[in-house]
T-cell receptor
Framework: KQEVTQIPAALSVPEGENLVLNCSFT??????LQWFRQDPGKGLTSLLL?????REQTSGRLNASLDKSSGRSTLYIAASQPGDSATYLC??????????FGPGTRLSVLP | ETGVTQSPTHLIKTRGQQVTLRCSSQ?????VSWYQQALGQGPQFIFQ???????GRGNFPPRFSGLQFPNYSSELNVNALELDDSALYLC??????????????FGPGTRLTVT
């Protein structure tokens, strides 16, 4: 059974800092992994989908890396802004199964 | 291209009642997954519908049931509501059931409060 952890649970930083959010999963036989952003009380917004054959995926100031063999993915946020404040969730996807979500990292970027 | 929509936005029900939540999938998608998200936690998988058939179920009791229609929209039904059913219910639209490599796109959610 896939289990997902995310570290840190919460993070508060001043504007402009580069950030690293970590996601670990127990079953490395994944097909892909998706990173999401969630604003309070809202649905999830897809940020990046990284396939098992990829090591990195980039979108604007966001970069996700994947080390499938060690069961880790990292989301880098460059030059953080107050608008980046949200909860960030990772979800690995094993073939024939459904996405399993981590508990999320709650990010607060202070102006 | 129309995104994923859910209705209603908010709902208040009494313990023991029944509720139906609705989800319209994104154009071109044939798969809808439902999730329950309690406050401060990640979403928990309830079940998935692929081409109108249930295609996987999480650890939820039978009083959670669903349907998918020919246009791939979906309903989530919960009978005999309990206080612990209070949560944000999310649906996600995608393509290819559990075998695909495609992204999931989420709707805005339905906030259910059971009193």
């Amino acid at each position: 059974k896939q289990e997902v952890t995310q570290i840190p649970a919460a993070l508060s930083v001043p504007e402009g800092e580069n950030l690293v959010l970590n996601c670990s999963f127990t079953d490395s036989a994944i097909y892909n992994l998706q990173w999401f952003r969630q604003d309070p009380g809202k649905g999830l917004t897809s940020l990046l989908l990284i396939q098992s054959s990829q090591r990195e995926q980039t979108s604007g100031r966001l970069n996700a890396s994947l080390d499938k063999s060690s069961g880790r993915s990292t989301l880098y946020i460059a030059a953080s802004q107050p608008g980046d404040s949200a909860t960030y969730l990772c979800a690995p996807h094993n073939y024939g199964q459904n996405f399993v979500f981590g508990p999320g990292t709650r990010l607060s970027v202070l102006p | 291209e129309t995104g994923v929509t859910q209705s209603p936005t908010h709902l208040i029900k009494t313990r023991g009642q029944q509720v139906t939540l609705r989800c319209s999938s994104q154009s071109g998608h044939n798969t809808v997954s439902w999730y329950q998200q309690a406050l401060g936690q990640g979403p928990q998988f309830i079940f998935q519908y692929y081409r109108e058939e249930e295609n996987g179920r999480g650890n939820f009791p039978p009083r959670f049931s669903g349907l998918q229609f020919p246009n791939y929209s979906s309903e989530l039904n919960v009978n005999a509501l309990e206080l612990d059913d209070s949560a944000l219910y999310l649906c996600a639209s995608s393509f290819g059931g559990t075998s695909g490599m495609y992204e999931q796109y989420f709707g805005p959610g339905t906030r259910l409060t059971v009193t």
